[in-house]
């Protein structure tokens, strides 16, 4: 699976949200119209980031200081916070508390295990479902790491 590649993800492309000034990662135009609900518009030059920041409200913006807040969008944002439920793999629908509960109660220790035990990954078109447009094996990979190292 290309889209599981950690060395896709290109942390050069970075900009600032217009709103906190938070370092933004570069989202695909595909992800942005695939989340945004529909009476929403949307240009089409490829230029969104998706803001980083766990307090801002913005979920997408651009260099012409166009901002998508978070209520515009399909699906919560996990970083977000107050975002319920907090998914780890948008495309199967899995949650971070289903992650938690298979690492502490089924005994999983890395991403295979997680897939195994809850079907995560099950379905996969990142593109479209979730919003960094990338593969959750990472985001699962670093709270595996997160809970079992400490
Ligand atoms: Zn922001």
Redesign the pocket.
């Known amino acids: 699976m290309d889209c599981c590649d950690y060395k896709i993800y290109d942390r050069n492309k970075l900009d600032h949200?217009p709103?906190?000034n938070?370092a933004g990662e570069k989202v695909k135009d595909e992800t942005v119209t695939s989340l945004i609900i529909t009476d929403s518009v949307i240009h089409n030059d490829n230029s969104y980031y998706l803001?980083l920041?766990s307090d801002?409200d913005?979920a997408y913006f651009d260099n012409n200081n166009t901002i998508i807040p978070i209520s515009k969008l399909k699906v919560p944002i996990w970083f977000k916070k107050n975002s319920t439920p907090k998914y780890m793999c948008y495309c199967s629908k899995v949650t971070e508390d289903e992650v938690i509960d298979a690492i502490f109660n089924k005994n999983c220790r890395t991403v295979k295990d997680i897939v195994d035990k809850t079907n995560a990954m099950n379905i996969s078109n990142c593109i479209e479902n979730s919003p960094t447009g990338k593969c959750c094996s990472r985001q699962i990979n670093d709270l595996i790491s997160k809970l079992i190292d400490c």
Request: proline residues 0%; charged residues 0%; contains cysteine.
């Open positions: 949200c709103h906190c938070t803001c920041s801002c913005v």
